[in-house]
């Protein structure tokens, strides 16, 4: 159950790296009280990070935490008021509107019975982890994913940063075969299990924590002949290597969390391993990339 709490602390920060060790540090420290921490993704990329307390919270002690955690990537100060007494998670949750996406649409479960029928629902309780179908990333990998489900039929998907579970979840409703998600993150990790079940997907979808391909169930469930990670630019490189160890032949790749001048580097890094570009997705300055292995 949540609490019901009226002091409000919000600020905002510059990178999600950075949202999450606040969070993680806030949560820590104040988690015994009857608080509520919520960090959600604004569209210029920011992050607001917002707490919710049932007692005045001491506000010399939440700056210090807030700058020793955030370091110089805090975009506005602290602030503080008072607010009347709600679910503030879920009240924050209901302001997200439904994201179409080819066959796919991504919502929450205020929404649940105003999707229209003849789409494959995806509802997701986003919480801490990343991945409501707003971010043009997630959005790109959708569209990717519906343009390959129209030409093949994965038998074997790996989701590598799975965040709320949502590409898992698409991929698992799709097809109806098992999908492989993992996270590096323990909260995402418990919230896509969550999610998976929410959707009734459970049976399909299974959740590991791992960071890259640093775990034994990558090769006990490879190879794969569709891998969706939408990450960073630079692990997406790093990981190019090991992950084209655990491709299936003529394997489907969907990379994405690129900002568009960061594909050709990251599309060398592939190319060199034997997969090719063939298609390219540009959504407010993001890339998402689909890539074909040629053996
Ligand atoms: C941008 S979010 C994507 C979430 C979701 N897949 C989507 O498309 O909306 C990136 C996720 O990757 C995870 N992540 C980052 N680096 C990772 C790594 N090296 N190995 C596994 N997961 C990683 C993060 O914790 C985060 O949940």
């Not at 801490?128 to 043009?136: E, I, K, N, R, V």
């Not at 034994?216 to 190019?240: H, M």
Request: charged share 20%.
């Amino acid at each position: 159950m949540q609490p019901s709490p009226t002091h409000r602390a919000s600020f905002s920060i510059g990178t999600e790296a950075a949202a999450r060790r606040v969070v993680d540090v806030l949560t820590e420290v104040f988690f015994e009280g009857d608080a509520a921490v919520a960090a959600f993704e604004r569209p210029d990329g920011q992050w607001d990070v917002t707490l919710h307390f049932a007692d005045a919270p001491d506000q010399a002690l939440l700056r210090e935490l807030v700058a020793t955690s955030a370091g110089n990537e805090i975009a506005a100060t602290l602030a503080f008021d008072t607010v009347e007494a709600k679910d503030w998670v879920k009240a924050s949750l209901e302001d997200l509107v439904p994201v179409p996406a080819g066959r796919f649409v991504v919502h929450g479960s205020h929404d649940r019975d105003r999707v229209a029928p003849n789409k494959l629902k995806i509802e997701i309780e986003a919480a801490l982890a990343f991945g409501t179908g707003h971010h043009g990333t997630t959005r790109g990998c959708l569209l990717l994913l519906d343009h390959v489900l129209k030409s093949t039929r994965p038998s074997n998907v790996l989701d590598l940063g799975t965040g709320t579970g949502v590409l898992a979840i698409a991929a698992a409703k799709a097809l109806h075969r098992r999908v492989l998600a993992s996270d590096i993150d323990p909260p995402s990790v418990r919230v896509a299990a969550e999610n998976a079940t929410l959707n009734e997907t459970g049976q399909h979808v299974r959740v590991i924590r791992a960071t890259g391909f640093a775990a034994p169930d990558f090769a006990k469930c490879g190879p794969f002949d569709l891998v969706l990670a939408n990450i960073l630019a630079n692990p997406l490189r790093q990981l190019a290597g090991p992950m084209t160890r655990h491709l299936a032949a003529r394997a489907r790749v969907i990379l994405s969390g690129l900002l568009t001048h960061q594909a050709p580097a990251v599309i060398a890094a592939y190319r060199a391993r034997g997969l090719v570009p063939v298609k390219h997705l540009r959504i407010e300055g993001w890339s998402s990339l689909l890539l074909r292995k040629m053996d």
